[in-house]
């Protein structure tokens, strides 16, 4: 059974941090491009300080962490979703992420948190780009199909100029009738 929880750095090893990591390495190459790798792996796995972090777990064995502000749009509170590491589960699969009840429990943390849905930034080029913009809200329940925007500052998030022309952002919001 896939469980959320909140977190803090301190609650997860950096071993664990490392399989992640490892595990994402291939979805995560459009990112090491732009960044650089050593900035990359730096930025997901020593600057979680400042950020509440999401652990994802199956049966106790950790698939997956990413961390989280929240996110003031529109008069309403999101998620705004930060540095991901989706590993996969201890048969090597990554068949969590898409399924259904990944979805479901994930809509019912953000809903918990009291929040109306997720921004993520994402890179255009990127696997996870890509599964994200086919597999959110494709069950008609729990979100909505994400919206982009090619400029994230429409959604009052400031970039540096490295990540300014590159990176864009998912607005997902939670389906209202879930």
């Known amino acids: 059974m896939l469980n959320l929880s909140k977190i803090t750095v301190n609650d997860i090893s950096r071993d664990i941090l490392e399989r992640l990591y490892s595990e994402a390495y291939n979805y995560i190459s459009e990112e090491r491009k732009r960044m650089g790798e050593k900035e990359l792996k730096s930025v997901l796995l020593e600057n979680l300080n400042d950020c509440s972090i999401i ?72 696997p996870a780009a890509k599964a994200v913009k086919n597999h959110f809200g494709s069950f008609g329940k729990y979100y909505n199909r994400p919206i982009i925007f090619e400029d994230p500052s429409e959604l009052l998030i400031s970039l540096d100029s490295k990540s300014k022309d590159i990176l864009k952002a998912f607005l997902i919001e939670l389906n209202s009738s879930d």
Not at 64 to 69: A, E, T, V
Not at 76 to 86: D, E, T
Not at 88 to 102: C, I, L
């Open 55 to 126: 652990k994802y777990d199956i049966d106790s064995y950790v698939v997956g962490i990413c961390s989280y502000h929240e996110h003031q749009y529109n008069g309403k509170k999101y998620l705004l979703h930060r540095h991901p590491i989706y590993g996969t589960d201890k048969n090597g699969s990554r068949a969590w992420w898409y399924s259904e009840e990944f979805q479901k429990n994930n809509a019912e943390f953000v809903r918990n948190e009291g929040l109306n849905g997720v921004i993520t930034l994402f890179n255009p080029n990127s």
